[in-house]
Each structure stands twice: as structure tokens, then as C-alpha cells.
T-cell receptor, first 116, second 111 residues
Framework: EAGVVQSPRYKIIEKKQPVAFWCNPISGHNTLYWYRQNLGQGPELLIRYENEEAVDDSQLPKDRFSAERLKGVDSTLKIQPAELGDSAVYLC??????????????FGEGSRLTVL | DAKTTQPNSMESNEEEPVHLPCNHSTISGTDYIHWYRQLPSQGPEYVIHGLTSNVNNRMASLAIAEDRKSSTLILHRATLRDAAVYYCILRDVAGYSTLTFGKGTMLLVSP
């Protein structure tokens, strides 16, 4: 079974440029998460989707970050314009949440962004 | 979210058992204790979780204190591949709640 697929794995851009990350979750998973991980820190939630609906985007910097999850499957995370402080690893995770399970999260390998 | 406290780092020798502690004195009755680990250059992966009773799976064991204010992740025989950052996370029984990561414990394994 394929895991969570993210692309690109690495991206180097200059500040003020736009950048987009793509995530393909595990088939059938209804919940999708975007996390950001700075060096030496644990991942921090940016946004959580339940199917197509963003149910928790309180930590998403909405002035420059946007996300969408079309048809409740794939998702994209965009930054425009990028700032130096956006350099980090962006992690996508998915889970299947039902009334009878605790929704173990499966993570992709992440997209490492470097802003120069 | 209830918080957890973990040592910043721990060291172990290969093939020896490892006990990774976690304190969670403000745990609520509906919080599960989850452990994830993150190998270098990879995303976190699920290790184990429990509510009240001790739990075992192919990766590890989870020992939960009777008052649930602390827990210990046990790796029975550490290998070099177990070198990772281990995160102890409290998560409400409702599966829709978000995982909130702390800094975790970096486990170093020596040959």
C-alpha cells in the first residue's frame, strides 16, 4: 500500500517568490493535515481537513499561506510571497477517523523549503 | 491541550533495553497517551498508544503509571535503526483531535 506522497522533496527559492507543495494522502483517508517543522523543533499544525472542509486553520498565517483540498483527496499548500522565516520542512499527514478508532496519523517524508 | 515533559536526549547501547520516560501530570480522563518517533530526514511514524493498561506491539511496550501521570516507552533491544526523536503526545479519545507535538527525546544508540 502506498504511503503519503509529497512533492517536491526539496525546494530552494528566493524571498518574495511563490512556492507550492502537493500532498497525496493514503487512499480512503478522510482527514488530512499540514504541519510545519523548524529545525530542532517538533512539527506544528498549520491546517487540518476533514474531507474537503478545513476544520482547524487557526495556526495558518493567512496573509501569505493558503491551502486547498480538492474533492477531499489531494491537497496543496501555497506560500506567496515566501519570507526567510518560512524555511522549514512541510509535512503532510493523513488518517482514517471513524467512531471506533483513534485515527493514527501517517506522515509523508516532507518537503524541505529553503528561502534565500 | 494537556502538556507532556520529556528529557531532551538519552543514550543507549545497541541490543540493550531503553526506557523513555514521559510526565503528563495534567492528563485528563479522556486523553490517550500516544508515542510517535521521527527518524532522520523522515516524517514521524506511529509507535504505540494506550489509555490505562500497559500495551505491547511489535515495535515497543508502553507502561502507564497507575495514576496515569507518567508513562514509559520501552524498546526491548535497541538497534542503530532506533536512533530517532521520540514524541510523547496526549490525544483526546475523540479521534478527530489534533496531534500536538513537543520537542521530544532524541535517542542516541551506540554500537
Amino acid at each position: 500500500e502506498a504511503g503519503v506522497v509529497q512533492s517536491p522533496r526539496y525546494k530552494i527559492i528566493e524571498k518574495k517568490q511563490p512556492v507550492a507543495f502537493w500532498c497525496n494522502p493514503i487512499s480512503g483517508h478522510n482527514t488530512l493535515y499540514w504541519y510545519r517543522q523548524n529545525l530542532g523543533q517538533g512539527p506544528e499544525l498549520l491546517i487540518r481537513y476533514e474531507n474537503e472542509e478545513a476544520v482547524d486553520d487557526s495556526q495558518l498565517p493567512k496573509d501569505r499561506f493558503s491551502a486547498e483540498r480538492l474533492k477531499g483527496v489531494d491537497s496543496t499548500l501555497k506560500i506567496q510571497p515566501a519570507e526567510l522565516g518560512d524555511s522549514a520542512v512541510y509535512l503532510c499527514a493523513s488518517s482514517l477517523v471513524t467512531g471506533s478508532n483513534t485515527g493514527e496519523l501517517f506522515f509523508g517524508e516532507g518537503s524541505r523549503l529553503t528561502v534565500l | 491541550d494537556a502538556k507532556t515533559t520529556q528529557p531532551n536526549s538519552m543514550e543507549s547501547n545497541e541490543e540493550e533495553p531503553v526506557h523513555l520516560p514521559c510526565n503528563h501530570s495534567t492528563i485528563s480522563g479522556t486523553d490517550y497517551i500516544h508515542w510517535y518517533r521521527q527518524l532522520p530526514s523522515q516524517g514521524p511514524e506511529y509507535v504505540i498508544h494506550g489509555l490505562t493498561s500497559n500495551v505491547n506491539n511489535r515495535m515497543a511496550s508502553l507502561a502507564i503509571a497507575e495514576d496515569r501521570k507518567s508513562s514509559t516507552l520501552i524498546l526491548h533491544r535497541a538497534t542503530l535503526r532506533d536512533a530517532a526523536v521520540y514524541y510523547c503526545i496526549l490525544r483526546d479519545v475523540a479521534g478527530y483531535s489534533t496531534l500536538t507535538f513537543g520537542k521530544g527525546t532524541m535517542l542516541l544508540v551506540s554500537p
